[in-house]
């Protein structure tokens, strides 16, 4: 039954495999940059504070990066184990990407090790900052090549299909496929937002419960205001996205926007249901605007479901997840605008109850809107696993007692991620901030004290 | 040479690789586990910690390196390893994952939890069991490919001589390695207690080293005759692994050039491990894969080559950089920094 079908059981544990990978991955792209923006702010300003959060926050990186290791060895072997016909033809074409992945994260991996443990080995601090910089290369590289690898499941090239054979291989242009560009940018930038988000989330939640001190105040600004630059480049990386559905993948929009058939000027439906007749209700409509979001022009044509094949049509509840992301970025858009307005207008309190608690549901909301952006982009290419070419159920293993290591997993990844969260928590609330301030810093702290 | 041995030759380095420093990895979670039970922990484990903070992650990805290559290299061998090692590729995933995480856990949260110790400890040596099966399945017998695809043969696999012997070389060849590596690494911070106590875990665990290879060997012959036979052809390469071993063993045992020790160790299972690999050639897996008939198309081959070499350049001066910063550091392996 159910349980027994290995291809929608590999479709399950590939699911929660990369589910919960990719909440540390994502981490683990934006952080680095959220530290060395700190600490170079940090040093240049001669401003303690910024300094230590750059060192708090790397201290909680490393146990999230030790569970996005172990994670993403799981889905990187998983590929071969749960889809052994898909990864041996598309091996032959993109096995470069995911082999320069691992390059990425080594590099990755040998500078944060030293970064680590160096903080106060050189005279001057700035070399000290100069090792972050490998640190966001490798990392951001690491989420280019993945990625890639993605999009070349969605608009696949570089090759020719000859039988059953590939033929004319070209893994440049396997690599940078159309999908790629627009793909890459979006993932990129939504990792950088989560994670300014998750680090404003702490900071808020600080302050609102414990009263929190300078230090917070200014990790809140600093996190807010990158939330906004990242969330207008986020909304720019989306719209692009669209727009190369739109060109390339029309039936991933229209089965996303519940698009039916084909016409010009065609509007956005936002939410809503549908009856028995597949007819839309109780959807909010923006005329036209579906036109504009796809090719930038309130009356182009856009291509409705109607053009694929029924048995290729992906399924129509991806709706609701297109549209709760795009809700939260123009959310986390609008929240920041808000902060950084009330910090300008000096009348007015950035720090009252109810924007502090707006901002604490950010970094939550933006990592549920990672989640929903994979599971439209994914659920979006079904039945198709390399787009046109080969299906899931093809690609799927045929090994039974895939089920039995679905509750294995589950298992798994419920004590990797209780464990993290208990450890996190250990961390700092035995070594609160102010506490380590003083024992670091000790004369900044006590010529603050006069100053006050 | 075709550039599928140069392929193969790359991959089975970095698995060499893999082997060496994982080994140290995964005994030395072990001996901290023991010497936490026999209250010996104020001993060595200082000096665990100390090598294994900085270096951990490295490590793992060797690993993966290595299956990421295979798979890139011969696509087909992701179609036959992947059916057939479902569960034990799950198995193995789930005890590096408990293993990586919790080692972060405890050496960030909870300093000396027993639990975690424990359990650092025992994937260690679970972790090799388990890892090994892929070898012994290489060796052919114990898959079947029907037309529903590949199955394992768990029956074959519990009721073998020959797999369990592997399982049993690579467990102790584990609590070799690492307690060669650490011997030097105590003498080299001169901490004297330590290197006495990880000394006796060397010579300790060389003999069921050199009995368990003998017992391998003589399992191969039953198993697989024609292997064994190839092996037999590259005699050399053995002999000179036995030396290594004897040069090693004899260094540590009168107490001098720890270094050089280590350095006989890594010849003697460099020595083994190539025999053993040139032996097995052409076959990646018996009798469905060779090198010729599973590698990739020329192009994606040489790709990936390229790829390889400037990957090298760029990670090979980072790994000198980390090297010199905590393992060669005198002041740092002493604990001064
Ligand atoms: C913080 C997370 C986040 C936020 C706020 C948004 N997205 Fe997004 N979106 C993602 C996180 C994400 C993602 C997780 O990164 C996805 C999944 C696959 C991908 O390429 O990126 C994604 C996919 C994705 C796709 C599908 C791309 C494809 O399948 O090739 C489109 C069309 C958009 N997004 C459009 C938008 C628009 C118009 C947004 C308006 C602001 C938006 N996204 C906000
Ligand atoms: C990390 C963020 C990602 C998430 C959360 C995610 C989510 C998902 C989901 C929900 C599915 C199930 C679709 C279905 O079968 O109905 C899926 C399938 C799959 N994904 Fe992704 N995905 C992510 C990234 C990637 C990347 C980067 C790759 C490529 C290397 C990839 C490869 C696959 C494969 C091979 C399948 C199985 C085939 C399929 O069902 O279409 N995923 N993923
Ligand atoms: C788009 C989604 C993904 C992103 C952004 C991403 C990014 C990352 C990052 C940043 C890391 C390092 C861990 C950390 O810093 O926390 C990592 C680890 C890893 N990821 Fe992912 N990943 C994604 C999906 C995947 C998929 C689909 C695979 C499978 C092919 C994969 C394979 C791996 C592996 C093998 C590691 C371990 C690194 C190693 O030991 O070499 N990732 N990933």
Redesign the interface.
Not at chain 1, 317 to 332: A, E, K, P, T
């Given at each position: 039954m159910f349980f027994e079908d290995s291809v929608m059981m590999s479709r399950l544990l590939t699911s929660l495999t990369l589910i919960f990978h990719v909440i540390f991955a994502t981490v683990g792209v934006g952080i680095p940059i959220m530290i060395s923006i700190a600490e170079f702010i940090g040093i240049k300003k001669n401003d303690r504070h910024l300094q230590l959060l750059a060192r708090r926050w790397t201290?909680g990186m490393?146990?999230t990066?030790?569970?996005g290791?172990?994670?993403?060895?799981?889905i990187?072997?998983?590929?071969?184990?749960?889809?052994?016909?898909f990864?041996?033809?598309a091996?032959?074409?993109i096995?470069?990407p995911?082999?320069?992945?691992?390059?990425a994260?080594?590099?990755e991996?040998?500078?944060?090790?030293?970064y680590?443990?160096?903080w106060d080995?050189f005279k001057k601090p700035i070399y000290h900052w100069f090792l972050s910089i490998?640190i966001i290369i490798g990392s951001t590289l690491s989420a280019f090549f993945i990625t890639t690898v993605n999009s070349f499941m969605n608009t696949p090239r570089g090759f020719e299909m000859d039988g059953g054979n590939?033929?004319n291989?070209?893994?440049?242009e396997a690599m940078f496929n159309p999908a790629t560009p627009t793909k890459v940018f979006h993932v990129v930038a939504s990792a950088y937002l989560t994670s300014a988000a998750i680090l404003a989330t702490i900071a808020a939640i600080i302050i609102l419960f414990r009263k929190g001190s300078e230090y917070h105040t200014k990790a809140l600004k600093l996190t807010v205001t990158a939330t906004f630059i990242f969330a207008i480049m986020t909304a720019i990386a989306g719209d692009l996205s669209a727009k190369f559905l739109a060109e390339h993948q029309p039936e991933k929009l229209a089965a996303g926007e519940w698009h039916f058939e084909t016409e010009v000027g065609a509007d956005l439906i936002l939410f809503g249901s549908l009856n028995e007749e597949n007819e839309v209700e109780n959807a909010i409509r923006i005329p036209k605007a579906l036109s504009f979001l796809a090719y930038g022009d309130f009356n182009a044509e856009v291509e409705g479901l109607n053009e694929t094949p029924a048995d290729e049509q992906p399924p129509l509840w991806i709706h609701y997840m297109f549209d709760l992301m795009v809700s939260i970025g123009f959310y986390m858009l609008g929240i920041s605008a808000l902060y950084l307005l009330f910090w300008k207008v000096k009348k007015w309190n950035e720090e009252n109850k109810w924007l502090l608690w707006a901002i604490a549901a950010g970094g939550p909301l933006s990592m549920l809107a990672i989640e929903f952006g994979w599971i439209f982009a994914e659920e979006g290419r079904q039945p198709w696993i390399l787009r046109g070419i080969m299906t899931v159920a093809e690609g799927a293993?045929?090994?039974d007692?895939?089920g039995?290591?679905f509750i294995?997993?589950i298992g798994?990844y419920t004590?990797?991620g209780a464990?993290?969260l208990?450890?996190?928590r250990?961390?700092f609330k035995d070594h609160p901030a102010e506490a380590e301030f003083e024992s670091r810093y000790p004369e900044a702290a006590a010529t603050k004290e006069v100053d006050e | 040479m075709g550039y599928e041995y140069i392929g193969i030759t790359v991959l089975w380095l970095f698995l060499y690789g893999y082997l060496i420093v994982a080994s140290i990895d995964f005994g030395a979670g072990f001996f901290a586990y023991y010497a936490k039970i026999t209250k010996k922990d104020h001993i060595i484990n200082q000096l665990i910690s100390r090598y294994l903070s900085p270096v951990w992650e490295v490590t793992n990805v060797f690993f993966v390196f290595f299956f990421v290559g295979i798979v890139g290299f011969f696509p087909d061998s992701a179609y036959y390893y992947g059916q057939a090692l479902l569960i034990p590729g799950s198995i193995a995933i789930v005890l590096l994952a408990i293993r990586g995480s919790f080692y972060a856990f405890e050496n960030y949260g909870f300093k000396n939890n027993h639990l975690y110790m424990f359990l650092y400890g025992a994937t260690g040596l679970l972790i090799p069991a388990s890892l090994s099966t892929t070898l012994t399945i290489s060796e052919g017998g114990f898959i079947e490919e029907t037309a529903n695809g590949v199955t394992l043969l768990y029956g074959e696999l519990f009721t073998s001589p020959y797999s369990w012997s592997v399982v049993f070389l690579a467990i102790v060849s584990v609590l070799y390695i690492s307690s060669m590596f650490l011997t030097y690494y105590a003498n080299r911070a001169n901490d004297h207690s330590a290197l006495a106590l990880v000394r006796k875990y060397a010579l300790f665990w060389s003999s069921p080293t050199i009995i368990a290879s003998m017992t391998t060997f003589i399992a191969l012959s039953q198993h697989n005759p024609e292997h064994f036979q190839k092996a037999i052809d590259l005699w050399w390469m053995f002999g000179l692994s036995v030396a290594f071993f004897m040069i090693a063993l004899f260094l540590v045992y009168v107490g001098k050039y720890y270094g050089w020790a280590f350095i006989a160790v890594m010849f003697q299972f460099f020595f083994a491990f190539f025999g053993y690999g040139a032996s097995h050639l052409p076959y990646i897996l018996q009798p469905y894969i060779t090198i010729s008939s599973g590698v990739t198309n020329e192009t994606m081959a040489i790709t990936l080559i390229t790829v390889f070499i400037a990957g090298l350049l760029l990670l090979v001066p980072s790994l000198i950089l980390l090297m010199r910063l905590f393992l060669f550091d005198a002041e740092y392996v002493k604990g001064k920094k």
């Amino acid at each position: 039954m159910f349980f027994e079908d290995s291809v929608m059981m590999s479709r399950l544990l590939t699911s929660l495999t990369l589910i919960f990978h990719v909440i540390f991955a994502t981490v683990g792209v934006g952080i680095p940059i959220m530290i060395s923006i700190a600490e170079f702010i940090g040093i240049k300003k001669n401003d303690r504070h910024l300094q230590l959060l750059a060192r708090r926050w790397t201290r909680g990186m490393t146990v999230t990066i030790a569970v996005g290791v172990v994670t993403g060895t799981a889905i990187g072997l998983q590929l071969s184990l749960l889809w052994p016909n898909f990864m041996r033809l598309a091996g032959n074409v993109i096995a470069l990407p995911l082999f320069m992945e691992v390059f990425a994260f080594f590099f990755e991996a040998i500078f944060l090790g030293i970064y680590l443990y160096t903080w106060d080995r050189f005279k001057k601090p700035i070399y000290h900052w100069f090792l972050s910089i490998p640190i966001i290369i490798g990392s951001t590289l690491s989420a280019f090549f993945i990625t890639t690898v993605n999009s070349f499941m969605n608009t696949p090239r570089g090759f020719e299909m000859d039988g059953g054979n590939v033929t004319n291989i070209n893994p440049l242009e396997a690599m940078f496929n159309p999908a790629t560009p627009t793909k890459v940018f979006h993932v990129v930038a939504s990792a950088y937002l989560t994670s300014a988000a998750i680090l404003a989330t702490i900071a808020a939640i600080i302050i609102l419960f414990r009263k929190g001190s300078e230090y917070h105040t200014k990790a809140l600004k600093l996190t807010v205001t990158a939330t906004f630059i990242f969330a207008i480049m986020t909304a720019i990386a989306g719209d692009l996205s669209a727009k190369f559905l739109a060109e390339h993948q029309p039936e991933k929009l229209a089965a996303g926007e519940w698009h039916f058939e084909t016409e010009v000027g065609a509007d956005l439906i936002l939410f809503g249901s549908l009856n028995e007749e597949n007819e839309v209700e109780n959807a909010i409509r923006i005329p036209k605007a579906l036109s504009f979001l796809a090719y930038g022009d309130f009356n182009a044509e856009v291509e409705g479901l109607n053009e694929t094949p029924a048995d290729e049509q992906p399924p129509l509840w991806i709706h609701y997840m297109f549209d709760l992301m795009v809700s939260i970025g123009f959310y986390m858009l609008g929240i920041s605008a808000l902060y950084l307005l009330f910090w300008k207008v000096k009348k007015w309190n950035e720090e009252n109850k109810w924007l502090l608690w707006a901002i604490a549901a950010g970094g939550p909301l933006s990592m549920l809107a990672i989640e929903f952006g994979w599971i439209f982009a994914e659920e979006g290419r079904q039945p198709w696993i390399l787009r046109g070419i080969m299906t899931v159920a093809e690609g799927a293993t045929t090994s039974d007692h895939v089920g039995l290591m679905f509750i294995l997993f589950i298992g798994l990844y419920t004590v990797l991620g209780a464990g993290c969260l208990v450890v996190l928590r250990k961390m700092f609330k035995d070594h609160p901030a102010e506490a380590e301030f003083e024992s670091r810093y000790p004369e900044a702290a006590a010529t603050k004290e006069v100053d006050e | 040479m075709g550039y599928e041995y140069i392929g193969i030759t790359v991959l089975w380095l970095f698995l060499y690789g893999y082997l060496i420093v994982a080994s140290i990895d995964f005994g030395a979670g072990f001996f901290a586990y023991y010497a936490k039970i026999t209250k010996k922990d104020h001993i060595i484990n200082q000096l665990i910690s100390r090598y294994l903070s900085p270096v951990w992650e490295v490590t793992n990805v060797f690993f993966v390196f290595f299956f990421v290559g295979i798979v890139g290299f011969f696509p087909d061998s992701a179609y036959y390893y992947g059916q057939a090692l479902l569960i034990p590729g799950s198995i193995a995933i789930v005890l590096l994952a408990i293993r990586g995480s919790f080692y972060a856990f405890e050496n960030y949260g909870f300093k000396n939890n027993h639990l975690y110790m424990f359990l650092y400890g025992a994937t260690g040596l679970l972790i090799p069991a388990s890892l090994s099966t892929t070898l012994t399945i290489s060796e052919g017998g114990f898959i079947e490919e029907t037309a529903n695809g590949v199955t394992l043969l768990y029956g074959e696999l519990f009721t073998s001589p020959y797999s369990w012997s592997v399982v049993f070389l690579a467990i102790v060849s584990v609590l070799y390695i690492s307690s060669m590596f650490l011997t030097y690494y105590a003498n080299r911070a001169n901490d004297h207690s330590a290197l006495a106590l990880v000394r006796k875990y060397a010579l300790f665990w060389s003999s069921p080293t050199i009995i368990a290879s003998m017992t391998t060997f003589i399992a191969l012959s039953q198993h697989n005759p024609e292997h064994f036979q190839k092996a037999i052809d590259l005699w050399w390469m053995f002999g000179l692994s036995v030396a290594f071993f004897m040069i090693a063993l004899f260094l540590v045992y009168v107490g001098k050039y720890y270094g050089w020790a280590f350095i006989a160790v890594m010849f003697q299972f460099f020595f083994a491990f190539f025999g053993y690999g040139a032996s097995h050639l052409p076959y990646i897996l018996q009798p469905y894969i060779t090198i010729s008939s599973g590698v990739t198309n020329e192009t994606m081959a040489i790709t990936l080559i390229t790829v390889f070499i400037a990957g090298l350049l760029l990670l090979v001066p980072s790994l000198i950089l980390l090297m010199r910063l905590f393992l060669f550091d005198a002041e740092y392996v002493k604990g001064k920094k």
